[in-house]
């Protein structure tokens, strides 16, 4: 079992830009695929970025290509979601979430989720 856990989630500003992080608590993510969720007030769950295992290829959804960055830092064994020129709609509780693929596999393992509320 792995217990994920979100960090840098916070009050921006739009236009502005955060920075999440994801760790395995006492462990590590290099052996897994990560990927990058959001849940906005009233809507469904959504995927806006994966990263694999292995060749660390990163996938962003269309809503945020441009602007959302996902990347690994090996060392660390952590990801992390960059966000940048956020808008009133990236507004949501983020969750990271890990797993043995991003897009061919289940996820195994969720994080409790980090608030993220662009406002002015």
């Known amino acids: 079992q792995v217990q994920i856990v979100e960090s840098g989630g916070g009050l921006v500003q739009p236009g502005g830009s955060l920075r999440l992080s994801c760790a395995a608590s006492g462990s590590t993510l290099d052996n897994y695929a990560v990927g990058w969720f959001r849940q906005a007030p009233g809507k469904d769950r959504e995927r806006v970025a994966c990263i694999t295992r292995g060749e660390n290829y990163p996938y962003i959804v269309d809503a945020v290509k441009g602007r959302f960055s996902i990347y690994r830092d090996g060392a660390k064994g952590m990801v992390y979601l960059h966000m940048r020129s956020l808008k009133l709609e990236d507004t949501g509780v983020y969750y990271c979430?890990?797993?043995?693929?991003?897009?061919?596999?289940?996820?195994?393992?969720w994080g409790e989720g980090a608030q993220v509320t662009v406002s002015s």
């Open positions: 979430a890990a797993g043995y693929g991003c897009y061919d596999a289940p996820v195994n393992y």
